[in-house]
């Protein structure tokens, strides 16, 4: 079969907040390849991801990702990679491009795994995929009480480990910081695994981050995510060989597999975290897990959004026993909760497991998405160059 | 004086085919501050840029450009940094901001230096400009034959530098770039400095790469730049062990100074290449300069398009005399060439200086580019988001 259609769908909540919660607006893809339709989600700015697709040539390395996407055929994993390469070398110098190209990657795969009647974690060489431990993602309280409320819930909810990010971390005191680690611990109780993101908030300040170290040694937090900029890898580094029992964290950021190898070879991180909307999707994803493996580093998904994005970005690791922990989305927005008609519910023991099924295994709940949908248009010229399409019924 | 107006001016050549010639479209920047104008220049998809600056919040780390940008004060050197810190936190995880801003800060920079009555590379910290080596940046031919001709067309207009790359420059043998190598050699004469830029080609193939070291070395060039892809620490620190004479280039990729840090630390780079419309700007690109000074590394500014771009893009490495050479676009398309009303030309021996005057002290000829303009417009949910300016008469 070949590549017939891509469209994408700006889905958003009614009323967008400065909240960093990512699962305030989503942009749905979907790829129509012969008889086959698949779905994927870019973790990205759904305008600027539709103009990169759609933006006139500016030259032989600045094309838009369609042009390279647009016909191509689709039978077995290598075309993907044909097609990743040539986005890669195509839209060299189109920044957005990663982002725009991941979700149409992800839905490729959705695609070729329903044609070949195979779960996508079997078309990147998994034979079998593992239960995850799913760690409740949510922001900080605003107070210590808040944040120790919300690791009550998480606990109450069947979960096992938590995770705290965001909010007033780092821009209070070093003592303001610690209280909201102690409460976060004290909620989860001493036998939870309890991690906290630091939403690249001391920019590549190590003293700054490293005063925040020996409170999170004393209530046995696990990692410490994303302390810098995304590519600051010496400030990841020095702070890496500072902490004796925390474990950096960090990858989120990364548009490319070489910037997440970056990472773990010269950023020393113990996690790699990838959102494989962001990345350019499961091939570069599975690409850091296979890295991740060779050199002792833990692989684990990035996911604050929707069920969608929850089995793609697991895909990547889901053979890997050893790799334990996986990012759940705990409060999302009714939008990404709608997005899909299945969920990935953890059971008793907070542990989740993929979807049985082909593909990517998940039912995108069109009709429920139609009141979220936002019309773009976009001309140069006098051209239209993307109108947006309806929902399928 | 604050920030009260931001306008982008999609320029382009009538015809864009697949050359390698980034000077085939423009996006233009001007800002308003008060009653001063400055100029920059995204080196970028234009339409993704635009979509970037006016795209709907998605959550508080992925806001449009313009919000970090509109009605800001701008009195000092000082407020650029900080605007620029605001646009790196709230557009964290909008991928294109750093190439939509750089043309921006650029632009900031100009008007700034109108209001100060001082030079841009005075309000970066020098005291005065050095003269620089002008390469003459130019794609290779076809065939040696061509490429030898246009390396004596170089040296005939007085260049005595010269840089080929792309085309087919490790798509075929060894022997074939080679025979590209010793023309280009053959036309520049012994004295002159021959450069290499492999395009990205190899991606992360050291092998490949490592094979066309030896005619590079024979034919004494000076840089092998982007042998791979822009992140690919790993591959440029390899293929910097195993090279004897030819220093690697690289960073005209990068759209942060860390990113650029770490090709320096990590990647071994002998020459750092700052595209200021694609780094941030000004700001960012200085900080690079300062890190290749105190790592003995070789700052060179990246420039394939307008005379201003080139004053923009060798502002960050003026001050510094043992940092001589400069890219200087040999063959730009009608566009570039007119984008300005005066130019930077190289003296008897080569040398070239940046204009003298306020800012970039680069005049943009409105009255030309009227015919150059493409209209853009955005529309989201019914609401027009953008709609382009008419140039200014």
Not at 164 to 173: A, L
Request: aromatic share 8%.
């Amino acid at each position: 079969m070949k590549i017939d259609n891509v469209d994408f769908f700006y889905l958003a909540m009614p009323k967008i907040t400065t909240d960093a919660d990512g699962s305030q607006d989503a942009l749905l893809v979907r790829v129509q390849a012969g008889s086959h339709v698949g779905w994927g989600e870019c973790e990205a700015s759904p305008l600027a991801c539709i103009a990169s697709y759609v933006c006139p040539m500016s030259h032989g390395a600045c094309r838009p990702v369609a042009e390279s996407v647009l016909g191509q055929p689709l039978n077995d994993p290598s075309d993907i990679a044909r097609i990743r390469a040539a986005v890669q070398f195509n839209s060299m110098d189109l920044l957005q491009a990663a982002h725009t190209f991941s979700g149409i990657e992800i839905a490729l795969w959705d695609a070729l795994g329903k044609r070949l009647g195979e779960p996508v974690y079997r078309l990147l060489g998994y034979k079998s995929d593992a239960p995850k431990l799913a760690y409740a993602s949510q922001l900080f309280g605003n107070t210590p009480a808040e944040t120790e409320a919300k690791a009550k819930a998480a606990r109450e909810a069947g979960f096992r480990a938590v995770k705290f990010g965001w909010v007033n971390y780092g821009r209070g005191s070093v003592a303001d910081d610690a209280a909201h680690i102690e409460a976060a611990r004290a909620g989860m109780g001493s036998e939870a695994e309890v991690l906290i993101d630091a939403g690249q908030i001391f920019a590549q300040d190590v003293e700054a981050a490293a005063k925040r170290l020996p409170a999170l040694e004393r209530f046995g937090v696990l990692w410490l995510e994303e302390p810098f900029l995304a590519d600051a890898l010496a400030a990841y580094g020095a702070l890496a060989d500072r902490s004796r029992k925390v474990g950096m964290a960090g990858g989120e950021g990364c548009h490319s597999a070489p910037m997440a190898l970056n990472l773990i070879d010269f950023g020393k991180v113990g996690f790699i975290q990838i959102d494989a909307g962001r990345i350019g999707g499961l091939g570069p994803a599975k690409e850091v897990a296979d890295h991740a493996v060779a050199k002792g580093v833990t692989f684990v998904n990035h996911t604050f959004t929707s069920h969608l994005a929850l089995s793609a970005s697991i895909q990547p690791y889901a053979g890997l026993a050893d790799h334990r922990i996986a990012e759940y989305p705990f409060a999302p927005s009714a939008l990404a909760r709608d997005l899909t008609v299945n969920h990935i519910m953890p059971d008793k023991d907070g542990m989740i497991r993929l979807p049985d099924g082909p593909g990517l295994a998940m039912t995108v709940n069109t009709a429920a998405l139609r009141p979220y949908l936002k019309d773009v248009e976009i001309a140069v010229a006098g051209r239209t160059l993307f109108r947006s399409s309806a929902l399928p019924v």
